[in-house]
């Protein structure tokens, strides 16, 4: 069972239709046991970083999200869900994250002329970086959705994906059993389908 984690911010419809589409069970909860009982767990956000850290910890569930991880069961951070993971975000100050892969949350704008539109909106090519879990049923240079203005720094060790905006923005990072993509899986046609997969796979 996939435990999608609902704290107030995040495309659940669109999550819970993706499962369905490849034929995983996948429930929103804001239940503690359900989540810890979860085989791989999800987590969605959009919107600020402050605001879903938050909501995150006042629900109660940022420790459920660590215990998940301390357990190993296999975790997903999706756009805002990713960030989180990253020790601090500077979006509109500094912000501690959840502190689960190494790097910083900074924007766009800093790295990229003015030419280019902030937020990135719309489709992008992967450039593989290194090999992912995730990327079994893909190939590099297929496209996914992207809607952000932040991007995860100084987290090379972690990146498997880049895209290219610019400059070279970090669109997806593996570490363990923890999971992020800053693109959205549920909004990238087949492709985002078979990341889905082969995260279910897992």
Known sequence: MIAIINYGVGNLFSLTS????????AIVTSNKDEILSADHVVLPGVGAFKDAKDK??????????????????PILGIC???QLLFDKSYEFGEHEGLGLIKGKVI??????????????????ALAFKKKSKLFKYIKNGDYVYFVHSYFAS?????TTSTCEYGASLTASVEKDNVYGCQFHPEK???VGLKILKAFCEL
């Open 80 to 82: 805002l869900g990713m």
């Open 188 to 190: 990238s046609g087949d």
């Open 107 to 124: 924007p766009i704008g800093d790295i990229v002329s003015k030419d280019y539109k902030i937020p990135q909106i719309g489709w992008n």
């Open 56 to 73: 995150l910890r006042d629900s109660g569930l940022e420790d459920a999200v660590k215990e998940v991880v301390k357990k190993g069961t």
């Open 18 to 25: 993706s499962f369905k589409a490849i034929g995983y069970e």
């Open 154 to 158: 100084e987290c090379e060790e972690s």
